[in-house]
């Protein structure tokens, strides 16, 4: 979409993506049911979404673009780390 409707934006931009597997975030199927949730004993994930979670924020922090909202504490950490 950036691509598209943002061509010199898109061009002027280095472009880098963290990529995991979608599965490490289903926290639901699996591994409890729908009583399993993110902070869970349950949750055989729980590692690798912390991992996750500190690389998403390194990652967002040293971007030229900043994509989110303010409205979490999570998108709040990212903003400041990348106007620090």
Do not use: M
């Not at 289903?26 to 996750?52: K, R, V």
């Not at 967002?60 to 303010?70: A, D």
């Amino acid at each position: 979409e950036i691509q598209t409707n943002y061509t010199d934006l898109y061009a002027s931009v280095s472009w880098k993506y963290l990529e995991y597997s979608r599965e490490i975030f289903d926290y639901f199927s699996g591994q409890g049911g729908p009583d399993t949730y993110i902070e869970s004993p349950n949750n055989q994930n729980q590692a690798i979404l912390g991992e996750t979670a500190l690389l998403d924020i390194w990652h967002l922090s040293h971007g030229q673009v900043f994509i989110g909202h303010l409205g979490s504490r999570f998108g709040k950490l990212s903003w400041i780390q990348a106007t620090a």
